[in-house]
């Protein structure tokens, strides 16, 4: 069951090298998904396919010119099948960084960059608090001067891969502003903790600042920039979330094919019954327009992945809410089959919940699209007179 799309060449070789990276981890896929933590063999798997070179531009050791969206859904896609804690680790090689390497001075990207592409440290991002999700202005993570420097005071919850990370670029309030610091998690009066387990385990803490000492040497980007910097992060990676829920929907959507294929019921195959006919014809056809919709979107990112932004969000809400529904239909049709828990089915099923609330809850995404489509409606058609 292939994709109905055609990848220019440089793509298709990624793709390869992803799943290829995809098949080595997947005989201890149920062990490494299982964990709260970062197993040392996707650690040792990341580093060996310098897969994590894509992150960062050539200026700075990358594999292309400049970090190219596409280039990473792409391999989103190929590796979230494989598993789930595999792509959270190569996500998050960008995501945690992108602040860094956009606004950071050359001294931390010399520090840190050359460390991250080698999987020898592992970065976080650190916005959420306890009492701030989507809300991300109500953050009161604080920084202020004290004497010749400056301190940093509060706390970010249910950070990816804060237990194991060396670093977070930590979104902060400055005065009337937010900035952005770098903040190595070994420095005095930084503590990590595990946060609660999730139906999706990976690695997952919570982040505690009290009086941590802070200088101009740690600042990413001007006073004031951090909202600048965290819009520029989400514009050049929140497509590919998307492009790893295509993954994950395309595994769970074969599984079913695979089992309704082989199994009988009422004197025929289950993909021979209409009702089942119907939910693997729906699941495909999402499936597809899903794919069309995100490599799209991280196509237009390329050049301006800022101007890319609406698009992004429409592919990560409509390839999320895709997933969720085919592997809901592919628990269906495996029947108790993808009941048992370890099954891939089972897995993926987990798996495909948390998307529709990281890196965007649907909910917090809907209004934005909803507001680009009346302004572009408007744009084209001019104002509408209310009746």
Not at 14 to 22: F, I, N, T, Y
Request: hydrophobic share 45%; glycine share 10%.
């Amino acid at each position: 069951m292939g994709a109905m799309f055609d990848l220019p060449g440089p793509y298709v070789e990624l793709q390869e090298e992803a799943r290829a990276l995809g098949r080595e981890i997947e005989p201890i896929a149920a062990e490494v998904d299982a964990l709260s933590g970062i197993h040392p063999e996707l650690r040792r798997a990341l580093a060996t396919s310098s897969l994590s070179e894509l992150m960062f531009p050539a200026a700075h050791g990358g594999r292309f010119e400049r970090v190219d969206p596409l280039a990473i859904c792409v391999v989103r896609e190929a590796l979230m099948p494989a598993s789930g804690n595999l792509d959270s680790l190569f996500g998050l090689q960008g995501i945690g960084t992108y602040a860094m390497t956009t606004g950071g001075s050359d001294a931390q990207r010399a520090e840190w960059i050359p460390k991250v592409i080698a999987v020898e440290a592992i970065p976080a991002l650190a916005i959420t608090e306890p009492e701030a999700g989507t809300d991300v202005r109500s953050i009161t993570t604080e920084l202020r001067g004290s004497g010749d420097g400056m301190v940093l005071d509060g706390a970010k919850a249910f950070i990816t891969n804060a237990p194991e990370a060396a670093f977070a670029c930590v979104l902060a309030r400055e005065g009337d502003g937010y900035s952005m610091v770098l903040v190595p998690l070994d420095r005095e009066g930084v503590t990590v903790t595990e946060a609660p387990p999730l139906i999706a385990p990976h690695a997952l803490g919570d982040i505690h600042f009290d009086r941590v000492a802070i200088d101009e040497s740690d600042r990413i980007g001007a006073p004031g920039s951090g909202f600048e910097l965290i819009l520029a992060t989400l514009a050049t990676f929140r497509v590919s979330v998307a492009g790893a829920a295509v993954g994950l929907a395309q595994a769970a959507l074969e599984e079913a094919v695979i089992h309704a294929s082989g199994r009988e019921q009422f004197g025929k195959p289950l993909a021979r019954l209409g009702a089942v006919e119907e939910r693997l014809a729906d699941s495909w056809a999402e499936i597809e327009a899903a794919r069309l919709l995100t490599y799209r979107a991280a196509a237009t990112a390329i050049d301006d992945p800022r101007a890319a932004l609406g698009k992004s969000s429409m592919a990560k809400l409509h390839a999320t809410e895709v997933c969720g529904r085919v592997a809901d239909r592919a628990v269906q049709v495996t029947g108790r089959f993808g009941l048992v828990q370890g099954s891939k089915i089972e897995r993926y099923y987990r798996q495909s919940r948390p998307m529709r609330i990281y890196e965007g809850a649907s909910e917090a995404l809907r209004p934005g699209i909803a507001r680009e489509l009346v302004a572009d409606v408007q744009r084209r058609r001019g104002p509408v007179e209310a009746t």
